[in-house]
T-cell receptor, first 117, second 110 residues
């Protein structure tokens, strides 16, 4: 398996623009996670899906952020409008966890480095 | 809530042993993950402890004390490639709940 795939790997945009980050989880994995990593705050969970359903989005910083998972093999994280403080590395991860009661290792994608000018 | 404490940075010599500590306070707890993250790369899984005690996996070992809210990662026979950040992540159960600290940046010197 190719592992978790993310695109783009790097994104530079101007304040106010819409940004869409994409993720393809490992085939057969049931849970998908979006994280944001900065030097100051470390790795923060933004939202996670189980069987394509958003379970907990309490980590999403504000209404400018939205995430979707239209099918088992694709998810997007959208920021509209983007702001300089959104600059960070955004990781997508997936795990087998078939139900909410399960705990399985999360496998991370390579990340998208976002810079908002 | 979650409160994770790890040293920010550590330096150790190639061939030596280093212990990276992690203390946590959480409102629920199932186990604890350790991840390794090289600069500019994604975190990768190292270990997952559910029971108290030491679990050894090659040069890396991880220890957990649930009653004390304490874990450590032990790295033996350090190699230059071990220079990375090490993230402690208590698992609060369910498909969701990994809470990562800011990690410990380990630098291995010759």
């Amino acid at each position: 398996d190719a592992g978790v795939i993310q695109s783009p790997r790097h994104e530079v945009t101007e304040m106010g623009q819409e940004v869409t980050l994409r993720c393809k989880p490992i085939s057969g994995h049931n849970s998908l996670f979006w994280y944001r990593q900065t030097m100051m705050r470390g790795l923060e969970l933004l939202i996670y899906f189980n069987n394509n359903v958003p379970i907990d989005d309490s980590g999403m910083p504000e209404d400018r952020f939205s995430a979707k998972m239209p099918n088992a093999s694709f998810s997007t994280l959208k920021i509209q409008p983007s702001e300089p403080r959104d600059s960070a590395v955004y990781f997508c991860a997936s795990s087998l966890a078939e139900t909410l009661a399960g705990t399985d290792t999360q496998y991370f994608g390579p990340g998208t480095r976002l810079t908002v000018l | 809530g979650q409160n994770i404490d790890q040293p920010t940075e550590m330096t150790a010599t190639e061939g030596a042993i280093v212990q990276i500590n992690c203390t946590y306070q959480t409102s629920g707890f199932n186990g604890l993950f350790w991840y390794q993250q090289h600069a500019g790369e994604a975190p990768t899984f190292l270990s997952y402890n559910v029971l108290d005690g030491l679990e050894e996996k090659g040069r890396f070992s991880s220890f957990l004390s649930r009653s004390k809210g304490y874990s450590y990662l032990l790295l033996k026979e350090l190699q230059m490639k071990d220079s990375a950040s090490y993230l402690c992540a208590p698992d609060l159960g369910g498909a969701n709940n990994l809470f990562f600290g800011t990690g410990t940046r380990l630098t291995v010197i010759p």
